[in-house]
């Protein structure tokens, strides 16, 4: 069974652009998860979506948004880029919002510049 | 807001040594707790699910346990080794749910 795919694996953009982030779930999972990470603040959670309805949201602002698509395929976009929006954004899976492992995929690393 | 902590933030230990990772969370309230290890660049991979009903999880040379009263976990590493070597983070939940809130991890290096 294949993974949770991310892309792009790497991303370089200037202060000021907007950018999507690509999210693919291991298949029959419904859940996604993304979260940031920085050297600094470690791994937090940006929101989660649960059969297309975003069912929790971390403490980010309105400039990250996120959405999940019926094949539970999902999308981040990040509008009017600040330099410490700097990161590897992570995005997990799992089956369903119970107790269930997550799964990660290997990441979209992110330079502002 | 949970606040979790991960004693030690580094560890080197010769192979072949046990090894206990620490972690802990300001509110114990935890409902369930993951333990992942992470690759220089990489994304996370699972390494034990302590699920509501349980208190300890074991795989292979792993097991992790959850005090749930004091809101500490202990990750126990058996007979290490240098492929064992990267970050571990550990991540709990405080209500059926997938928002996971993660530890500062711990850098492992086995020395061989």
């Known amino acids: 069974k294949a993974g949770v795919t991310q892309t792009p694996r790497y991303l370089i953009k200037t202060r000021g652009q907007q950018v999507t982030l690509s999210c693919s779930p291991i298949?029959?999972?419904?859940?996604v998860s993304w979260y940031q990470q920085t050297p600094g603040q470690g791994l937090q959670f940006l929101f989660e979506?649960?059969?297309?309805?975003?069912?929790n949201k971390g403490n980010f602002p309105g400039r990250f948004s996120g959405r999940q698509f019926s094949n539970s395929r999902s999308e981040m976009n990040v509008s009017t880029l600040e330099l410490g929006d700097s990161a590897l954004y992570l995005c997990?899976?799992?089956?369903?919002?119970?107790?269930?492992?997550?799964?990660f995929g290997p990441g979209t690393r992110l330079l502002v510049l | 807001k949970q606040e979790v902590t991960q004693i030690p933030a580094a560890l080197s230990v010769p192979e072949g040594e046990n090894l206990v990772l620490n972690c802990s969370f300001t509110?114990?309230?935890?409902?369930?707790l993951q333990w992942f290890r992470q690759d220089p660049g990489k994304g996370l991979t699972s390494l034990l699910l302590i699920q509501s009903s349980q208190r300890e999880q074991t795989s292979g040379r792993l097991n992790a346990s959850l005090d749930k009263s004091s809101g500490r976990s202990t990750l126990y590493i058996a007979a290490s080794q240098p492929g064992d070597s990267a970050t571990y983070l550990c991540?709990?939940?405080?209500?059926?749910?997938?928002?996971?809130?993660f530890g500062t991890g711990t850098s492992l290096t086995v020395i061989p």
């Open positions: 509110d114990s309230a935890i409902y369930n």
């Open positions: 991540a709990g939940a405080e209500y059926t749910g997938n928002q996971f809130y």
């Open positions: 997990a899976s799992s089956f369903d919002r119970g107790e269930e492992t997550q799964y």
């Open positions: 979506y649960f059969s297309e309805t975003q069912r």
């Open positions: 298949s029959g999972h419904r859940s």
